[in-house]
């Protein structure tokens, strides 16, 4: 069993397409929101490549996808965790059900990174210094922006 995005299109807003230079709480000029990229066959590997945790993770309900939720989670590296909100609800990642997943993932080890148009916390496992996520966060960042060098969307 797969998920589909189906009328989601948060992660075109909340994410960055460095191959496009489209910032973070920017819609994508190719998003037709609720529906999808007006582009999809020729996107780029950015957006081909990306998958949120609600499309790969089958056990969060469906109430967390993130156009209801109106939170993104996504896989940065095997110890970190992007957790973007809508900025319209910047404390969209407190609510119940989302909150309750996010303790289970730092309870596994995992670090959260979370943000959003005005506040940014990082939420540390135990064990875990912030040098350490802070440096691992900034290596992938560091290696998206190489993609700035790469347009590959027509």
């Known amino acids: 069993m797969t998920r589909t995005c189906g009328s989601c299109t948060?992660?075109?807003?909340?994410?960055e397409v460095p191959e496009l230079f489209k910032p973070v709480n920017k819609w994508c000029g190719f998003c037709k929101p609720g529906e999808g990229?007006?582009?999809?066959?020729k996107r780029p590997e950015s957006c081909h490549t990306f998958a949120c945790i609600w499309l790969t993770d089958l056990s969060l309900d469906d109430e967390l996808r993130p156009d209801r939720?109106?939170?993104l989670l996504e896989r940065l590296t095997d110890k970190t965790i992007l957790v973007l909100?809508?900025?319209?609800?910047p404390e969209a990642w407190r609510a119940p059900a989302m909150l309750k997943i996010l303790q289970n993932m730092v309870r596994s080890g995992l670090t959260l990174a979370v943000g959003n148009a005005t506040q940014k916390?990082?939420?540390l496992p135990q064990g875990r210094t912030k040098d350490e996520a802070v440096r691992e966060i900034q290596e992938v960042a560091r290696g998206r922006s190489e993609l700035h060098d790469r347009p590959q969307h027509a």
Do not use: F, M
């Not at 948060?10 to 994410?15: G, N, Q």
């Open 10 to 15: 948060l992660c075109c807003k909340l994410t």
């Open 37 to 41: 990229c007006s582009s999809y066959e």
């Open 69 to 71: 939720s109106r939170v």
């Open 85 to 89: 909100n809508e900025p319209s609800r």
């Open 121 to 123: 916390h990082l939420i």
